[in-house]
């Protein structure tokens, strides 16, 4: 899983986003297909995908290995791949049509963004790898091949592509990204210009900078979050997060992941921003793990506002009043320095 893209002129991306704006229409990318995670340790890695959250290994290939959710009804959501550091690898973004997919490629191309078509994951069609601003890989594709369990792994209901897990926190889908980048605002004008991606919330600081902005591609409230990064890196990750079907599965993790040694870093808490309800642990190849719950809050209306949080109002910390931890404007992956 290889490419190598070359950016172009970027300087017509880098802008803020108007009140007013002509945008890609929504819906030519269906949703995010599945990401992949570097580690070092992937034998460890893939434990605890399997183990803590109830993942289930659906093929391995040289260095990856390829895990699914029990609600994934694609081939994966998540590749594991050995590097020497943790971080995060390609992002693969499933078009609605293969009109849409050519569209958004033509849409990126003439943003000045180069691109290649790729083949090398199995039970999806050709992708084509590109990378956003700062760096970060991603794919769009629109060929896949939908699950069919084993026997073992038969659901109790034709709607459902695979039975639940009876051990781990059984988490339900692939949620969210949370990239740090260098430049919130150019990275996430390109997303939102050429890929149809819709800003619904933003942490703007009193210098005028952006610090962070959320997307959907959905009617979810997010899909792919841009995070300034701290140390001025490029292509790092903040976090990955998982959905649970309730709060209670979120308290739960966070006592399985006291008998089990996985890292809390902080929480269970709600977020002020988006009002998630959230528990960030630590894989053990050092990659920030969110378990989420959205509750059941969508973005209905077509013209959603941009919300924007003040610097004043992100110094209050979450929801409920925990403050904000250091390592969470600190820790990225891969580390730095
Ligand atoms: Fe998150």
Redesign the pocket.
């Given at each position: 899983m290889t490419a190598t893209p070359v950016p172009g002129n970027l300087t017509t991306l880098k802008r803020m986003v108007a009140d007013t704006p002509t945008r890609p229409p929504l819906g030519d990318i269906a949703h995010i297909g599945h990401a992949q995670l570097f580690t070092p340790c992937p034998e460890d890695t893939v434990a605890f995908f399997t183990g803590f959250l109830g993942l289930t290994v659906n093929g391995r290939d040289g260095d990856h290995t390829y895990l699914r959710t029990w609600d994934d009804y694609e081939h994966h959501s998540i590749v594991v791949t050995r590097r020497d550091e943790p971080g995060i690898g390609r992002t693969a973004l499933r078009a609605s049509s293969s009109e849409a997919l050519e569209r958004r490629i033509q849409a990126v191309r003439d943003a000045g963004l180069a691109g290649e078509w790729v083949e090398d994951e199995p039970g999806v069609g050709p992708l084509w790898v590109t990378t956003d601003p700062d760096g970060h890989e991603l794919a769009l594709y629109h060929e896949t091949t939908w699950y069919e369990a084993p026997a073992e792994l038969a659901p109790g209901l034709k709607n459902q592509p695979q039975a639940k897990p009876g051990h781990g926190v059984g988490v339900r889908r692939l949620d969210?990204i949370?990239y740090l980048a260098a430049d919130v605002a150019e990275s996430t004008g390109f997303v939102i210009d050429t890929l149809g991606a819709r800003p619904t919330e933003q942490i703007r600081l009193d210098g005028g900078r952006i610090a962070a902005r959320w997307q959907t591609f959905t009617q979810k409230s997010y899909d792919l979050?841009y995070t300034e990064d701290w140390t001025g890196s490029r292509g790092r990750l903040h976090?990955l997060?998982f959905a649970t079907d309730t709060r209670e599965d979120i308290l739960r993790a966070a006592d399985l992941a006291l008998d089990t040694g996985v890292f809390i870093e902080t929480g269970p808490h709600k977020h002020a921003i988006q009002q998630?309800f959230?528990l960030y642990v630590y894989e053990p190849g050092g990659n920030r793990i969110?378990l989420?719950n959205p509750l059941t809050r969508l973005v209905l209306a077509p013209e959603w506002p941009l919300i924007t949080w003040t610097e004043t109002e992100r110094k209050k910390g979450q929801a409920w009043g925990l403050q904000t931890i250091e390592s969470f404007h600190t820790h990225g992956t891969p580390p730095v320095g």
């Open positions: 969210h949370n979050v976090h997060a998630t959230f969110e989420c």
